[in-house]
Each structure stands twice: as C-alpha cells, then as structure tokens.
C-alpha cells in the first residue's frame, strides 16, 4: 500500500477541503492518505522519519507558498527517494513554480482524477511522466502533460476525509461550524478571481459549473453534523443561489433533514424576494455579497463586475428586508483607485448597513487579468510578484503615491469601525495619527467583536473560544 502523506506547514483556522477531498479520494482508492500538521519544521521532519512516506503532497495557495519552499529543498535533501507533489491555485495558475519549487511534479487544476492515476502508475513503477493533468521534473527539463478531463459528476466523489484533520486539530474538530462546498465553477469573468483563468484553461475539458445532487449533499452535511457536530453551516461556494431550480429543492430538504441556521454567499444582481424568501424559511441566517468598491467605474470596467450601485443598494435592502444579516467583502489597493474612489466605498457600504463589513488590500496574483492591467497602468511589476503576501490585510504591494497609499492603508484598518459606526468617519485625522501596528491591532480586534455579534446564537466553551482568538492573532499577527 502507497503512503501518501499530506503536509500542512501551520494551524488553520478552517478546514483545508481540497487536502480532506483529495484525501477521501485516495483512501477510496486503497491509498494510506496521512497528514502532518505542525507549525514547526523540525517537528514535520520527524514525523517524516516516522511515517516513511512514498510519496508527498502539497496544497497551496500563492503567498503562502513561499515557506514551503525551504521545507520542500530540506526535504528533498534529507530524503531524495519521497516524490513530492504540490497543488492547488497556486501551482495551477503560476505552473513557473516548477522552476523555483524543488517539487518532482505540480498539479494543474482539479486533481480528483489525475492525483490516483499518478499514484496508480507510481506503485506500478510506470512512467510518470505521461500522467495527465502535471508538470514534472525530468532531470534539468520540465515535462508539460495533457491537461486532464474535469470530473462532471460531483456525486461520485467520497465525503471529504474530515478525520484526517479533525484527529489531529480538536480545534477545528470543535468549532460550531463546519464548511462545506455544494459544487464547482463560476460563469463570470471579473478579472481579480481565478475562475475567469479557470474557465478559458478548461473550456474543453468538461463542465465547468457542477453542482452535487441535493441528496448527496444533505447526506453529506447530515453525516458531518452527526459526526462531529455541527451547529451551524458555511457554504463556501462563490455563489450559493445559482441554480433556482437546485435551490429550491436544497431549501425544502434542508430545512426538514438538517434545521440548522447556515451562511451562503449571493451575487447582488441574482438577489429577489423569491430567493430570500427560500433562503430564510430553509434557516439561513447570515448572506455574504460581495460590493468589491463603490466606484461604479473600477467596479464595472477595471473589475468587470457589470453591476450597478443601485442593484447592490436594493439587495441590501431586501437581504434585511428579510431579516437577514448582511456580510459584504471589499477590496482596496486596486488599479486606478484614488482617496476619492475609496471615499465611495466607504459610503456606499454605509449605504448598504452591513452588519458585517470586510476589505482587503487587492493581491495581484501571477496570470490574473487584474494584475495584467495592474502591470500595464505602472502600478506593479512582474519583479515585486516575489513581494506578495499571504497576509491580505496589512498593506497593498501595488505602486502608489504616498498620500493615496497611506490613507489606503490607514482606512482599510478603520474599515469596519466607520461603516459600523458611521458618526466616527468625522473623527478619521485623529484615528490616522495611530501608528500602524496599533490599528492593525484595533482591526483585529474590532473584526471579532463584530463576527461574535452576528454569528448564529451558538454553545460553545470559554475555552475553546480563547483557543479560537489565538488562532485567529496566530493566523493574521498582531
């Protein structure tokens, strides 16, 4: 039997689902699929000593990629027998990785079909190198394969592997919620996400939105909740009420079968009273929508978002219409963004009464349309790509002058506050004189407060609560 040993380098703060699918997909497979967790180097090097693995992998997101590099050349050092494979968006849409990353080969795309193939032709002792779906390291060359065929029916995959984490992270095994995925794929191009790169890679290879029956997925929600508990449910999924149809079914099983309160996201120009009307009587309690910026401009051209300021208002106000809370999520540092373009942000999300308001500093992964345009308006170059971080709310990577840059980097700490609590805008020059460290601290802080607030009334111990704050400052720094 292959031993096929995940590595995660640090603590999550939710569960890593494509590690736990990927890892369900394996075992199905006869694979031994194991995990090391730790945040200390030393300590992943001697479970390896421990576990023998055969073969190692590797889920990355970019920015967070670059200390896994050090682990990876370690590694491969002290063990040159193990494969190791990486995945995820990272290596998808950056695969110049291979170049840089001391791995033997990178996944593109999904890999619930092309990761047991590779497996299977590795315990055969078969070439590897013809395997679809990667890119290898053939000794001083790089081998690109076939890309390989989506996997159209969702049905057909094993529940995620949740124990392999849950064993070894009480944490997460704890938290009164539990996130889960319905399906795959989004139609719209808006030019700082993966999914338009996604699609024009994969236009040919399958279906790019699948959705997994409404059985299979209350089935799988129930089978978590009953093993785990779960008091109320994250939908992941870019846009949760897509398929009216699918929706409707979901929303009468749901509210039958499961009958916990549940958060999914929305698009504002999908949103109607119809909709809202399932969304609540099924027990949702929190929508998420992204609002991105207030400038009609940015948003429409720059981002491609094709939405109106008065479609996002009108969701608004039906969400609490409805008695919904409302999440949005927002960017800042984007090309072309001036103090007067943020300004509109900020008062559009006043407009729109959030009780949950977020911004982040837009990140300009490699390949993305939006960091095209970032590279061809003269706010970034292709040389401070290595500049990047994992950590989205500290301070934008793009060139600005240094007043615009500084009241970005300044408002996006106060963010929150301001939309929350509009009368303290009239009081930003003074919260400006704060040093960054301490309003980088007074965000975090702020954040928790309010997500404690309009969460879903739940149980939980004050120890796991403290456990989950210093994981949270852990994860984000203080």
Request: hydrophobic fraction near 40%; charge should be positive.
């Amino acid at each position: 039997m292959i031993n096929f040993t995940w590595i995660v380098y640090g603590k999550l703060l939710t569960e890593q689902m494509s590690i736990m699918t990927l890892s369900a997909v394996l075992k199905s497979k006869g694979v031994n699929s194991l995990l090391i967790y730790s945040s200390r180097q030393k300590e992943i090097l001697d479970k390896i000593d421990l576990l023998k693995p055969q073969v190692i992998g590797y889920s990355l997101m970019y920015g967070s990629h670059w200390k896994y590099y050090e682990l990876s050349r370690k590694i491969k050092k002290q063990y040159p027998h193990i494969l190791q494979v990486a995945g995820g968006p990272f290596t998808t849409f950056y695969p110049q990785a291979i170049n840089e990353f001391p791995v033997d080969a990178i996944a593109i795309g999904e890999a619930d079909l092309s990761l047991p193939n590779l497996i299977e032709n590795f315990q055969k002792k078969g070439d590897l190198k013809d395997t679809k779906g990667f890119y290898f390291r053939v000794g001083d060359k790089i081998k690109k394969t076939e890309l390989k065929n989506l996997l159209n029916n969702l049905d057909e995959l094993p529940f995620p592997d949740r124990k392999l984490f849950y064993e070894q992270d009480s944490l997460l095994k704890n938290q009164e919620f539990k996130s889960f995925l319905s399906g795959r794929g989004c139609p719209y191009p808006c030019t700082y996400c993966f999914n338009h790169k996604f699609n024009e890679m994969f236009r040919d290879k399958g279906k790019l939105i699948r959705r997994k029956s409404v059985d299979y997925f209350i089935e799988e929600i129930k089978e978590t909740k009953d093993n785990y508990g779960c008091q109320f449910a994250i939908f992941e999924d870019d846009i949760f009420v897509m398929d009216k149809v699918w929706l409707e079914d979901f929303c009468h099983k749901f509210k039958i079968k499961v009958g916990i309160p549940y958060i999914c996201y929305v698009r504002a120009d999908m949103v109607n009273e119809n909709i809202l009307k399932l969304l609540k009587e099924s027990g949702c309690h929190i929508v998420r929508m992204a609002i991105e910026t207030g400038n009609e401009g940015i948003r429409n051209t720059i981002l491609r978002r094709n939405m109106k300021d008065e479609t996002i208002i009108r969701a608004s106000d039906l969400i609490h219409n409805y008695g919904l809370k409302l999440s949005v999520s927002n960017m800042t540092g984007l090309p072309t963004e001036t103090v007067d373009t943020l300004n509109d942000t900020v008062n559009l999300n006043i407009r729109c009464r959030p009780e949950h308001p977020t911004i982040q500093f837009f990140m300009p992964y490699p390949n993305m349309e939006l960091s095209m345009i970032a590279i061809e308006k003269g706010y970034f170059s292709e040389d401070l790509f290595k500049r990047i971080p994992a950590n989205t709310w500290r301070f934008t990577p793009l060139i600005f002058d240094k007043r615009t840059k500084r009241t970005m980097e300044k408002t996006q700490k106060l963010f929150t506050l301001i939309v929350r609590f509009p009368r303290i805008k009239k009081y930003v020059k003074l919260f400006f004189l704060l040093p960054d460290h301490l309003l980088y601290l007074l965000s975090m802080v702020v954040k928790i407060i309010i997500v404690k607030g309009y969460f879903p009334p739940t149980r939980v111990s004050i120890i796991q609560r403290l456990r989950a704050f210093m994981r949270f400052f852990s994860f984000y720094g203080w």
